[in-house]
Each structure stands twice: as structure tokens, then as C-alpha cells.
């Protein structure tokens, strides 16, 4: 395999798994999206047996799932892919701390694999060649 072969692979793996996990997160909070009162009062519930208060659960549950859907759609893009990959690792460390408080460790396991998969592809944001970000950064031609 030649050298440019390799390089076309890497940025053609790079590009698939960032809109796999796209996807993914685009479809968590699209989900949601429709039933936000529902998602965000079932939440509360889930968390009244924590130390966190009630408004503050609330107003988490109503932003994970727009939050959610925009990382997802900009990363099928390719859009600002940096500042998204480092806003999913945040929201999911947001979602492993509570889920670490309710003690669900089959969910933070789950959640520790994201952060290894959003790690894994800013780690290698030097392969984005398949992106919006990639086409609006390259030169045009005059």
C-alpha cells in the first residue's frame, strides 16, 4: 500500500467513525427533543434521591437534548469538529458524574467508551479531510 493510500484510509476512517458517532448523538437528542417535558420530569425523579437540587436537574435535562443534537449534526457535517468532540467529552463527563452518582456503573462503562471514541477522534483531527471544516479551510482556486 502506497503512502498516499494510507493517508486516504486514515482520513476515510477518520471521517466515517466521526459521523457514526454523530449519528448516534444527533439521534439521543432528536429523540428527546419531541418529549423534553417528559425526558426533564422523569429526570428529576431519577435524581431526587441525590444531593443535587431539583431546578438544577431540570435545567440540565432541558439542555442535554438540544445540546446533544447539535454535537450530533455538526459532527455528521464535519463543523467546528475540535470545539464539538470537546464539548461531547464534556456533556459526557457531565452524564458520568450522575450516573456515577445513582450508581448505574453498567452505564458509566458505556459512557467511559464514548469518551474513549470523542478522545480517540480529536486525537485525530489531523486526518479530517472529509469535513465542512476541512473544505472551508482549504484554498480556492481564483
Given at each position: 500500500?502506497?503512502t498516499e493510500a494510507r493517508k486516504c484510509d486514515l482520513a476515510l476512517a477518520h471521517a466515517l467513525a466521526r459521523i457514526g458517532l454523530g449519528?448516534n448523538i444527533a439521534i439521543h437528542g432528536l429523540a428527546r427533543i419531541g418529549?423534553?417535558?417528559?425526558?426533564?420530569?422523569?429526570?428529576?425523579?431519577?435524581?431526587?434521591?441525590?444531593?443535587?437540587?431539583?431546578?438544577?436537574?431540570?435545567?440540565?435535562?432541558?439542555?442535554?437534548?438540544?445540546?446533544?443534537?447539535?454535537?450530533?449534526?455538526?459532527?455528521?457535517?464535519?463543523?467546528?469538529?475540535?470545539?464539538?468532540?470537546?464539548?461531547?467529552?464534556?456533556?459526557?463527563?457531565?452524564?458520568?458524574?450522575?450516573?456515577?452518582?445513582?450508581?448505574?456503573?453498567?452505564?458509566?462503562?458505556?459512557?467511559?467508551?464514548?469518551?474513549?471514541?470523542?478522545?480517540?477522534?480529536?486525537?485525530?483531527?489531523?486526518?479530517?479531510?472529509?469535513?465542512?471544516?476541512?473544505?472551508?479551510?482549504?484554498?480556492?482556486?481564483?
Amino acid at each position: 500500500m502506497t503512502t498516499e493510500a494510507r493517508k486516504c484510509d486514515l482520513a476515510l476512517a477518520h471521517a466515517l467513525a466521526r459521523i457514526g458517532l454523530g449519528i448516534n448523538i444527533a439521534i439521543h437528542g432528536l429523540a428527546r427533543i419531541g418529549i423534553i417535558s417528559t425526558f426533564a420530569e422523569d429526570t428529576v425523579k431519577m435524581f431526587a434521591r441525590t444531593f443535587l437540587p431539583s431546578p438544577l436537574v431540570r435545567a440540565t435535562a432541558y439542555c442535554i437534548p438540544p445540546v446533544e443534537s447539535v454535537i450530533g449534526l455538526l459532527l455528521i457535517a464535519g463543523l467546528f469538529l475540535r470545539p464539538m468532540l470537546i464539548l461531547g467529552l464534556l456533556l459526557m463527563f457531565q452524564l458520568m458524574f450522575g450516573m456515577g452518582l445513582l450508581q448505574q456503573w453498567q452505564v458509566v462503562a458505556l459512557q467511559l467508551f464514548y469518551v474513549g471514541f470523542y478522545a480517540l477522534l480529536l486525537a485525530t483531527s489531523g486526518w479530517d479531510y472529509y469535513s465542512v471544516d476541512f473544505w472551508r479551510k482549504k484554498p480556492q482556486a481564483t
